[in-house]
């Protein structure tokens, strides 16, 4: 089952919907209905969730399409239930521009915001009195609906602007502190700001609503990785492959049957193997779960189990990038090239243990 609905593409950007979604439009209207909703309130409130997305949208392309200025592009927009995230390919480490690319989605709700605050006028709301105004509020009309969104709009700007690291807010901060001080420093304060706030999020999601518990933990989980991830990247810098890859590497040739890599599996603590031909070639990967998977058939010769299409990567790479492209791939284990010569090979285990060794020589 796909997990996103795609809607299109903005300027190289594809434009998705979660299927999770659809949840949210489901309980709008068993809410609705329970309240004794009408057909009409539940329209309009239907109505009123797809305006909200579309500013969310919005919101994210401000810093899809800010990024995209610094040459930083954006494989997708995503819609979720809790709001959108937009998959840039990485963020920018000048802290001015990350400044720029974080306050950019709430600038959006803020100008969207002003925009609809002359269209309504809303001094039509705040000249009545309570009574008079939720009266007011309780028609379906499309005056209220614009004053919906008003209310989203400026909501979703201050909710964002928490410093709550890594939402906006937090990257705000951190680009802040990162004018003044190093990145990694910046980061690991950020981080903390965030998880502090997410914990106090929990409590009052505790205590008032439960949603608040959800975005706690997304906070606090987010910054966490964030956080690791700066530091990792610090500690990869001015290293290349060469230095983080497994050297002594069992390669199988095509020929090899299931019998042969079952007993190579067991003897040694390699878990994927290069496929070689004669000529030295690599002809495919062999994954471990493709040989639990098969591991009953063991007359099947190895190539017909292997993946035949996959990355590599040269010793002479920096390790920051070989980071990147590691944690990108579904199984984690990329052949390293010296040129068309097959040196070895690094997967993620492998990298962190050189993350790990390099953090004991640094403290
Ligand atoms: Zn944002």
Redesign the pocket.
């Known amino acids: 089952m796909k997990a996103n609905l795609n809607l299109g593409n903005i300027s190289n950007i594809k434009i998705q919907i979660h299927w999770t979604f659809f949840f949210l439009i489901v309980w709008i209207v068993f809410e609705e209905l329970n309240r004794g909703g009408t057909t009409a309130s539940v329209l309009f409130n239907i109505a009123l969730v797809f305006a909200v997305f579309c500013c969310v949208v919005l919101?994210?392309l401000?810093?899809a399409l800010t990024a995209k200025r610094f040459g930083i592009g954006t494989k997708s927009i995503t819609l979720l239930p809790i709001?959108?995230i937009?998959s840039l390919d990485k963020i920018p480490e000048d802290p001015k521009q990350e400044l720029l690319v974080?306050i950019?989605?709430?600038l959006v709700n803020i100008i969207i915001a002003i925009f609809l605050y002359f269209l309504i006028p809303i001094q039509d709301f705040t000249n009545k009195n309570l009574g008079e105004a939720l009266e007011y509020l309780s028609n379906f009309s499309l005056k209220n609906f614009l004053l919906y969104l008003f209310i989203v709009n400026v909501a979703m700007f201050v909710f964002?602007l928490i410093p709550a690291f890594p939402?906006?807010g937090g990257r705000v901060f951190r680009a802040l502190l990162a004018l003044k001080i190093n990145r990694v420093k910046a980061t690991q304060i950020a981080a903390n700001v965030g998880q502090f706030i997410a914990v106090l999020f929990l409590l009052f999601g505790l205590l008032f609503n439960p949603f608040l518990i959800f975005i706690a933990l997304i906070i606090f989980l987010g910054a966490y990785g964030e956080n690791k991830y700066v530091q990792s990247m610090m500690l990869l810098k001015n290293h290349t492959v060469n230095e983080a890859m497994l050297k002594n590497i069992t390669t199988l040739h095509p020929e090899n049957t299931v019998s042969d890599v079952v007993d190579i599996l067991l003897s040694g603590s390699e878990t994927n193997f290069v496929v070689v031909n004669k000529n030295g070639a690599i002809e495919g990967i062999l994954y471990h779960d493709d040989i639990i998977k098969n591991s009953k058939n063991r007359s099947v010769p190895v190539k017909e189990l292997m993946t035949k299409s996959f990355k590599t990567i040269q010793f002479n790479s920096d390790l920051p990038s070989a980071y990147r492209a590691i944690t990108s791939e579904k199984r984690p284990f990329i052949p390293v090239m010296n040129n068309n010569k097959l040196e070895g090979a690094i997967d993620l285990n492998n990298l962190n243990e050189f993350i790990m060794l390099r953090a004991k020589m640094e403290y």
Do not use: V
């Open positions: 919101h994210e401000g810093h709001g959108g937009a974080a950019a989605g709430p964002n939402m906006d």
